[in-house]
């Protein structure tokens, strides 16, 4: 089993920026693709952004240009660099592992809320 805990939200101006933290624990050698997945009120969950245990990486188009991920496996912890952010990027961040076999982990989420 996986744990993954996220940090990093809160309120930000539109336009700043933001970096958000996903510290896995338990079986991390298991876990393949890590990804950001966001929910804003009244819609369902979305892809932003994945990445390889080699470093390979897939963004959603909303993001594109504004959002980086990345990852330190020596440190089991993954990131998502969000600059120039807009009001419609307000929503929940969710963290999730995915590992080479067996079921995705989940963390709690974190709440990102830009302001116009």
């Known amino acids: 089993q996986v744990q993954l805990v996220e940090s990093g939200g809160g309120l930000v101006q539109a336009g700043g920026s933001l970096r958000l933290s996903c510290a896995a624990s338990?079986?991390?050698?298991?876990?393949?693709?890590m990804a950001w997945h966001r929910q804003a009120p009244g819609k369902q969950r979305e892809l932003v952004a994945t990445?390889?245990?080699?470093?390979?990486?897939i963004y959603a188009d909303s993001v594109k240009g504004r959002f980086a991920i990345s990852r330190d496996n020596a440190k089991a912890t993954t990131y998502l660099q969000m600059n120039s952010l807009k009001p419609e990027d307000t929503a929940v961040y969710y963290c999730?592992?995915?590992?080479?076999?067996?079921?995705?982990?989940w963390g709690q989420g974190t709440q990102v809320t830009v302001s116009s």
């Open positions: 990445i390889t245990r080699s470093g390979s990486t």
């Open positions: 338990g079986t991390i050698f298991s876990i393949n693709t």
């Open positions: 999730k592992a995915s590992p080479i076999l067996g079921s995705d982990s």
